[in-house]
């Protein structure tokens, strides 16, 4: 099995924590535009996908104060930082292979 490369899955994590976070800035600021809003809703409702199991309003609208939000908003991110970080290993390893 290969090393752990926190680099790499830090990068992963931080693109996605910016993505996320100019996708929800854009959907509270161009609230006006109901297609803008359309898109951002469905795409909210794709990023916040693992979490939301628990409950259908987590990680983004829950009723609570900014601090439990940031820690269900990370939680969310590691979960899918983590997913794409090994789905991102095993497609390398694949392709490798059938080399």
């Given amino acids: 099995m290969k090393k752990f490369k ?3 899955f830090v990068i992963v994590f931080l693109i996605l924590l910016v993505i996320q976070f ?13 297609s803008v809003n359309e898109i951002t809703d469905k795409v909210i ?16 609208y829950v009723r609570e104060s900014i601090f439990i939000r940031a820690i ?6 590691f979960i899918q930082s983590s997913v794409l970080y090994l789905g991102w290993l095993t497609l390398k390893r694949v392709l490798k292979k059938m080399k």
């Fill in 6 to 8: 926190s680099k790499s």
């Fill in 22 to 34: 100019l996708i929800v800035f854009m959907d509270a600021k161009l609230n006006t535009s109901s």
């Fill in 45 to 60: 409702l794709i990023f916040s996908f693992p979490i939301n199991l628990i409950n259908e309003n987590l990680p983004f």
């Fill in 72 to 77: 269900y908003w990370l939680m969310n991110l």
